[in-house]
């Protein structure tokens, strides 16, 4: 079973920044594609796409998070990072990694077949 650990959360003021990070472990040997990317879960509402990167190192954020989110991999160390800066209140919530061995093919590849992680909180406050 895939395992995905997220750590790097924690509680910052508006303007902060933190850097999340996922190790990856337990994938399977024939996994030559990777999607990976990260979603959020603030209180009471949908999980949504933060950023994922491709195999290819194509990169896709959400438009809330543009200009200040940074996705980045390390395929040696199978681990995915997210460099967040500038970091606003509603930018609050659970920070979960997920990862799929193929390409990706928009948020769904993740969102409805990607393996997960237990999540890492980011609280910020005004």
């Known amino acids: 079973q895939v395992q995905l650990v997220e750590s790097g959360g924690g509680s910052v003021q508006a303007g902060g920044s933190l850097r999340l990070s996922c190790q990856i472990s337990n994938q399977p040997y024939d996994w030559n594609f990777y999607c990976m990317g990260w979603f959020r879960q603030a209180p009471g509402q949908e999980r949504e796409g933060v950023a994922y990167i491709d195999t290819d190192g194509k990169k896709v954020y959400a438009d809330s998070v543009k200009g200040r989110f940074t996705i980045s991999k390390d395929r040696g160390k199978k681990a995915l990072y997210l460099e967040m800066n500038n970091l606003q209140p509603d930018d609050t919530g659970i920070y979960y990694c997920?990862?799929?061995?193929?390409?990706?093919?928009?948020?769904?590849?993740?969102?409805?077949?990607?393996?997960w992680g237990q999540g890492t909180q980011v609280t910020v406050s005004s």
């Open positions: 997920s990862v799929r061995g193929t390409y990706c093919l928009g948020w769904a590849t993740l969102r409805d077949l990607g393996y």
